[in-house]
């Protein structure tokens, strides 16, 4: 994912710049492909940063993946015909809710009306217990999942300073991919 800080999806030209030369750095140096996503001030599709950062995606064969900006976008049936139009390989999104299975009606109807034009990847709050009915009530085949869970690091604190996450994750902990939950995730989908 090509993104220079948290929070919207709206850049200044300076952070557009600093986008543009991380893409080509991870293409360079042998990314797949890139997920970045970019708005306007209005939540509308930016037209403009997208089509430049899928062309150089592009440019070097692989694969552009609008990420959950689309979530927070306007018009969104309007906008994934934008996407199609810029020729975005795949469109990572929630079915515009918090997580997948909320927003999985309208995931399902994506995947119906674009599925030939633009692979839908389903993404946000998806774990082993949801995974097939998410993949079988969308028609969705890829699924994108975190897998995190929390460790305790208690060197993120001392003194007077502390460098938690906190309030985000309790103090003095970060995320980390748990192999067990790939692993429960994979044998749900395998059953």
């Known amino acids: 994912m090509?993104?220079?800080?948290?929070s919207g999806f709206c850049y200044s030209e300076v952070e557009f710049q600093e986008i543009q030369n991380s893409a080509r750095m991870l293409l360079e140096n042998g990314a797949?492909?890139?997920?970045?996503?970019?708005?306007?001030?209005?939540?509308?599709?930016?037209?403009?940063?997208?089509?430049?950062?899928?062309?150089?995606?592009?440019?070097?064969?692989?694969?552009?993946?609008?990420?959950?900006?689309?979530?927070c976008s306007t018009a969104a049936m309007q906008s994934i015909y934008k996407l199609v139009d810029l020729?975005?390989?795949?469109?990572?999104t929630s079915g515009l809710h918090t997580t997948a299975f909320e927003g999985r009606r309208y995931l399902q109807q994506m995947?119906?009306?674009?599925?030939?034009?633009?692979?839908?990847?389903a993404g946000s709050g998806i774990n082993p217990a949801n995974v097939l009915q998410i993949m079988n009530e969308t028609g969705?085949?890829?699924?994108?999942?975190?897998?995190?869970?929390?460790?305790?690091?208690?060197?993120?604190q001392g003194n007077q300073a502390d460098f938690s996450y906190?309030?985000?994750?309790?103090?003095?902990?970060?995320?980390?991919?748990?192999?067990?939950?790939?692993?429960?995730?994979?044998?749900?989908?395998?059953?």
């Not at 020729?87 to 990572?92: I, P, T």
């Open 2 to 6: 090509v993104r220079p800080r948290g």
């Open 32 to 71: 797949d492909g890139l997920s970045f996503g970019f708005l306007t001030k209005n939540a509308e599709i930016d037209l403009e940063k997208t089509r430049k950062i899928v062309e150089l995606v592009h440019s070097y064969n692989r694969e552009a993946v609008f990420h959950r900006a689309f979530d």
């Open 87 to 92: 020729k975005v390989d795949r469109l990572l």
């Open 111 to 121: 995947q119906t009306v674009f599925g030939q034009q633009i692979e839908i990847l």
């Open 140 to 156: 969705i085949k890829q699924v994108h999942a975190s897998c995190t869970e929390l460790i305790s690091d208690q060197t993120a």
């Open 166 to 191: 906190w309030p985000m994750q309790p103090k003095g902990s970060h995320e980390v991919v748990s192999e067990f939950k790939v692993e429960q995730l994979l044998s749900a989908i395998n059953k």
